[in-house]
């Protein structure tokens, strides 16, 4: 064609080959009736690889690293690594295996023994400790990654339902008497029960995290609230756990059963001017520092709650942090520290109803003569025991 009708030439593209007669075809059609035949079969040439975990011989060097006499590695160390001591740890063992199935050690069908009760004990407190997946103690106690996620589910399940109710109990009429002797000798404060905060977890697998439900500006991840109150010992007699992190804390104050106006929470001063309330709120904030070192314990020694947590059910999030809660203040009476460590139940009384109480709780006129009588006791008070360093808690490093 000449250059003068270049501009208007069409130029078509190659023919392609024809595939429906060819080889390429034929592959396709057959790997597709093969793919169909599969499906309608519901079986697989391809099986799932089996790993032979030789369970045996990790209970024996799991015994003999820990529970034989002597161990290879003593008290300090099984301290280190479990959280707690030996006696406190077997006692638990011993009260799961009489009571759960699960944890009792069975034979399969090839008359092999299952998992010991030790090391189904042992991969549940590994995961709480360390909060590592549960798939990095395949090598060391030869346990699937399924099942040591079991065992920790069961685990929590278990030491709520045998140990929750003494535990994690609301205080009696002995415990409070304890509790206002032991607070008045150290802080100076008549009538206190305990100190209550917030604190948030973070949560790896949080299904509405696009949706920024759980989450705050200060926290870039989706985070879970926990509420709670404790005494100096760092025995926690509340928690509350559950509201989204993207709640502050009055939000979760209002969700909790702990009401935020009733005249018994003594607030703080939000800007002290007179020294009578300066010293106020300095003794104020010398008590609050209990629950701060219940946080860092509690997380310090659960590693679990302090990193992301990796489940996608909340409510077996909420076993997680009901159990490290337990733990920690079974852990608490097992080292002889808890204020209140008998629990003396009340005797059963007949309830009274008074509609007068109910009023004067949320009256806020009550809750400001209350704190004005709680500055003018303070200031006749000698400070120089907060500066004592005598007189200052147990490093939280010493208590994990």
């Known amino acids: 064609m000449s250059t003068s009708s270049s501009s208007n030439e069409i130029i078509l593209p190659p023919m392609l080959p024809d595939l429906s007669t060819g080889s390429s075809f034929l592959f396709f059609k057959d790997a597709l009736a093969a793919v169909e035949e599969l499906e309608d079969s519901g079986s697989s040439n391809d099986t799932r690889a089996y790993i032979e975990r030789h369970r045996e011989e990790a209970h024996e060097k799991l015994m003999r690293d820990y529970f034989a006499k002597p161990p290879k590695f003593g008290e300090r160390f099984f301290r280190h690594r479990y959280r707690m001591s030996k006696r406190l740890f077997l006692k638990i063992v011993g009260d799961i295996e009489a009571q759960y199935l699960y944890f009792q050690q069975h034979t399969d069908s090839r008359n092999r023994q299952g998992f010991s009760l030790i090391q189904k004990c042992t991969s549940a407190i590994k995961q709480l400790s360390t909060g590592e997946p549960s798939e990095n103690f395949d090598e060391y106690l030869c346990m699937a990654d399924r099942t040591s996620r079991e065992c920790l589910i069961n685990f929590c399940d278990a030491v709520i339902n045998i140990y929750g109710r003494e535990f994690l109990r609301r205080p009696t009429s002995h415990d409070i008497a304890m509790i206002q002797q032991a607070h008045e000798a150290r802080h100076h404060l008549p009538g206190m029960l ?45 928690s509350f756990f559950g509201p989204p992190g993207s709640n502050n804390d009055i939000n ?80 608490i009476k097992d080292d002889g520290r808890a204020i209140s460590p008998v629990h003396i139940m009340d005797q059963p009384t007949p309830i009274v109803y008074d509609p ?45």
């Open 194 to 238: 305990g100190s209550l905060d917030c604190t948030h977890v973070e949560w790896r697998y949080c299904l509405r995290s696009l949706k920024r439900q759980y989450t705050r500006g200060d926290h870039k991840v989706p985070t879970i609230i926990i509420e709670a109150v404790a005494s100096q010992d760092l025995w926690i007699w509340h």
């Open 252 to 331: 979760v104050l209002n969700q909790s059963p702990c009401m935020t106006r009733w005249f018994t929470f003594v607030k703080a001063y939000p800007h002290p001017v007179d020294p009578k309330e300066k010293k106020f709120k300095r003794v104020q904030e010398a008590a609050r520092k209990d629950i701060e070192r219940v946080f860092g314990v509690l997380k310090g020694k659960w590693k679990i709650l302090e990193r992301r947590i990796r489940f996608y059910d909340l409510d077996k999030i909420g076993k997680v942090v009901e159990a490290c809660c337990i733990l920690h203040n079974m852990i």
């Open 356 to 400: 007068s109480v109910l009023p004067e709780l949320h009256d806020e006129n009550v809750h400001h003569r209350l704190r004005y009588d709680f500055t003018e006791h303070v200031s006749g008070l000698d400070l120089a025991y907060l500066d004592d360093p005598t007189f200052q808690p147990t490093p939280i490093e010493d208590l994990i």
